[in-house]
């Protein structure tokens, strides 16, 4: 069922005083037995309280149609920057909740004073590391939207953001949000049928970038004398020993790869390596 519109470009009627006000013109072909129903399924974008395409302050206020023939209509829209319809649904404001928390379990390597957790010989505790729980926020948020469901919905699942976002007075640092986004079923109300969106970010404000230690049993060995910063390639892969034997555990490895004799005496070659375990998206895109 394909809707276009007709002469919009030059068609289009508005005023720019305050309040700003647009009307814009469509025609439908649809099957003879549709309503105007199916064509708001068809255009979400043309049901009460959607925005304005160039002016995202102005909002539907009132969709008309007018069947003109077995399948052909002409819908008129108009929109207004001055939209307080409460009886609206799609026209109310995201609800927010930052009344949740859970608790993670966080490996350390510094106390909360930024003393390293060693132990009495200098040795950095890791087998098994220092940990804490620690309590991070759960931001929800609700809001009504058209019953179509959202291109984005599974891509956004489990991202993380790209961008800095504001919520409610309170700034969100990028990489530091990751979402879990749901549709619910159909719902009508005041005749507008609309779903009911639901965002879940939870907060991590060291970032959800995965950082792994850079550990392993083996470790690239370079050239007698070669130094490995200009030394494009290794010259080899081998097990690192330990006491001239087949390390047992794990061994810290600089950042060229190579086993670190006494992480102890130098703990400034210790190295986090990070990795995205989770997608990045601009969250600035969701209808906050």
């Known amino acids: 069922m394909p809707l276009y519109t007709f002469g ?9 005083d305050n309040p700003r006000t647009y009307t814009r013109y469509f025609r439908a072909e649809t099957d003879p037995a549709d309503d105007a129903n199916t064509i708001l399924r068809s255009r979400p974008d043309l049901a009460r309280g959607q925005p304005h395409p160039r002016d995202s302050s102005a909002r539907i206020t009132k969709t008309e149609f007018s069947r003109t ?3 052909t209509w002409e819908i008129t829209v108009e929109y207004s920057t001055a939209t ?5 649904p799609l026209g109310r404001p995201t609800n927010w909740d930052l009344s ?4 993670r379990t966080i490996g350390l390597t510094r106390d909360a004073a930024g003393r390293p957790i060693n132990n009495t ?12 729980d620690r309590h991070f926020p759960i931001l929800r948020g609700t809001r009504n939207i058209t019953p179509s469901f959202p291109p984005w919905l599974l891509d956004y699942t489990d991202s993380i953001n ?3 976002i504001r919520i409610r007075g309170l700034t969100f640092p990028p990489l530091t949000l990751r979402a879990k986004i749901a549709i619910s079923d159909i719902q009508t109300e005041n005749d507008i049928d609309f779903s009911t969106l639901s965002m879940e970010f939870a907060v991590n404000p060291a970032t959800w970038i995965h950082r792994q230690p850079n550990r392993g049993f083996f470790e690239l060995y370079y050239d007698k004398g070669q130094d490995p910063a200009k030394q494009p390639k290794p010259a080899g892969r081998r097990r690192i020993l330990v006491n001239g034997e087949p390390a047992t555990e794990p061994q810290w490895l600089d950042q060229y790869g190579r086993a670190i004799a006494d992480p102890a005496k130098d703990p400034t070659k210790l190295i986090f390596l990070s990795f995205d375990l989770h997608a990045r998206r601009p969250f600035n895109a969701l209808p906050l």
């Open 69 to 71: 023939g077995p399948g």
């Open 100 to 103: 949740q928390w859970e608790a």
């Open 121 to 132: 010989a200098g040795d950095l505790f890791d087998d098994p590391p220092a940990s804490a």
């Open 8 to 16: 919009e470009s030059h068609a289009e009627t508005s005023t720019l």
């Open 84 to 88: 307080e319809d409460k009886t609206n």
């Open 162 to 164: 790209s961008d800095a």
